[in-house]
């Protein structure tokens, strides 16, 4: 069974930590997304990356970084959290292009922020 | 206006009914249409995929595109407890960057 695999299910982090989530997939994807969730707000797309050591930013990319240093990882960083960041956040991959048959989703890591 | 339109909810039916799902969309180059549904504190998972317009059909589940209205379609059949989700819409020009509807909840009663 093909998965995305998020390291942490919940996580609990202070005001101004430097904050790491991790992604893995197996399906030798090329591609890789980073979302928040939020309620309301629906899925809004922090960053991507189409191929190793490429990255672009998404709708949202303030207060985030991230790293993809090998194909199958791609790491969020929060480099100051703060509150405003809490929030469950989405992993997910696809291949691309026709009939790829779209995104596999992680099971979300829900941080929160105090 | 946003990119995708989707109607929030909560929808509420019992068991056995048809529940319908739709959205609405701006873009006309979007090609690609999806359905996911994604229980609560889980990721969302693919329930339909289509490229285009048309029907798409798997077990009790219908999708429909109508790219000339810009306007998408899920029904759910025979709807049972276990479909109590929020469902949400997806779509794209090229199938690399997808666009998401806000999410519908919907919640079927014994």
């Known amino acids: 069974d093909v998965k995305v695999t998020q390291s942490s299910r919940y996580l609990v982090k202070r005001t101004g930590e430097k904050v790491f989530l991790e992604c893995v997939q197996d399906?030798?994807?090329?591609?890789m997304f980073w979302y928040r969730q939020d309620p309301g707000l629906g899925l809004r797309l922090i960053y991507f990356?189409?191929?190793?050591?490429?990255?672009e930013k998404g709708d949202i990319p303030e207060g985030y970084s991230v790293s993809r240093e090998k194909k199958e990882r791609f790491s969020l960083i929060l480099e100051s959290a703060s509150t405003n960041q809490t929030s469950m956040y989405l992993c997910?991959?696809?291949?691309?292009?026709?009939?790829?048959?779209?995104?596999?989703f992680g099971s979300g890591t829900r941080l929160t922020v105090v | 206006q946003k990119e995708v339109e989707q109607d929030p909810g909560p929808l509420s039916v019992p068991e056995g009914a048809i529940v319908s799902l739709n959205c609405t969309y701006s873009?006309?180059?979007?090609?690609?249409f999806m359905w996911y549904r994604q229980y609560s504190r889980k990721g969302p998972e693919l329930l339909m995929y289509?490229?285009?317009?048309g029907n798409k059909e798997d077990g009790r589940f219908t999708a429909q595109v109508d790219k000339s209205s810009k306007y998408i379609s899920l029904f759910i059949r025979d709807s049972q407890p276990s479909d109590s989700a929020t469902y949400l819409c997806?779509?794209?020009?090229?199938?690399?960057?997808?666009?998401f509807g806000a999410g519908t909840t919907v919640t079927v009663r014994a």
């Open positions: 997910a991959s696809s291949s691309g292009g026709r009939d790829s048959g779209g995104y596999t």
């Open positions: 289509t490229y285009s317009s």
């Open positions: 997806a779509m794209s020009e090229d199938d690399y960057k997808l666009s």
């Open positions: 399906m030798d994807h090329e591609n």
């Open positions: 990356s189409y191929d190793v050591k490429m990255k």
């Open positions: 873009n006309s180059a979007f090609q690609y």
